[in-house]
């Protein structure tokens, strides 16, 4: 049952600390999403990757955020340097990104709190 | 400004009734429209997807349909369980390119 993977899964770490959260997608899949999720703003697009070239980063704060895709089966979020209000479950999603499928497939998220 | 509405408000209903969620939209023109499941604790999980040419998609106990004129979807499920207790989210496509907004979700509470 193929999955998307997620690590780590909880993460705490105190303001200004480097974090980096990496994502496996599923294999087959070109498209790689980044969310967030917090009470207040609910799911929020970051940023995404087709075929490992970044399509769109406008939901990131570009100062202290950074998506890359070393490779077609690892996608990372580096947040540099973090703050409070960073603190929410950041997921990844993986998709064929053909017109005959255009569902997107969640990981378990990474639950960040920054104190 | 783009808008994605969703009932706010949690929804209980009885084991066995229909259950009929709302996602109402402001100043998009959708290609697509989703609709995904998401449990505590757990990345939500894809469900329906409707294309902005059709009125009505089924899946088993889920319907959904799509007016483009009322710049609305709904989205039901008959014969509802508690097992169908969870949130559900509706997302909008409007290039057809994946990057889609998502509404705040509705919390369905379906009571035994």
């Known amino acids: 049952d193929a999955r998307v993977t997620q690590t780590p899964r909880h993460k705490v770490t105190e303001m200004g600390q480097e974090v980096t959260m990496r994502c496996q997608p599923i294999l087959g899949h070109n498209t790689v999403f980044w969310y967030r999720q917090t009470m207040m703003q609910g799911l929020e697009l970051l940023a995404y990757?087709?075929?490992?070239?970044?399509?769109?980063d406008s939901g990131m704060p570009k100062d202290r955020f950074s998506a890359e895709m070393p490779d077609a089966t690892l996608a990372t979020l580096k947040i540099q340097p973090s703050e409070p209000r960073d603190s929410a479950v950041y997921f990844c999603a993986s998709g064929r990104g053909d017109v005959s499928s255009y569902e997107q497939y969640f990981g378990p998220g990474t639950r960040l709190t920054v104190t | 400004s783009q808008k994605i509405e969703q009932n706010s408000e949690a929804l209980n209903i009885q084991e066995g009734k229909t259950a009929t969620l709302t996602c109402n939209y402001t100043n998009y023109s959708p290609a697509y429209l989703q609709w995904y499941r998401q449990d505590p604790g757990r990345g939500p999980v894809f469900l329906l997807l409707i294309r902005e040419n059709e009125k009505e998609k089924r899946k088993e106990r889920l319907k959904v349909t799509f007016d483009t004129t009322l710049k609305q979807s709904l989205f039901h499920i008959t014969a509802s369980q508690p097992a169908d207790s969870a949130t559900y989210l509706c997302?909008?496509?409007?290039?057809?390119?994946?990057?889609?907004?998502f509404g705040t979700g509705t919390k369905l509470q379906v009571i035994p």
């Open positions: 997302a909008l496509d409007p290039g057809g390119y994946q990057k889609v907004t």
């Open positions: 990757f087709r075929n490992r070239a970044p399509l769109d």
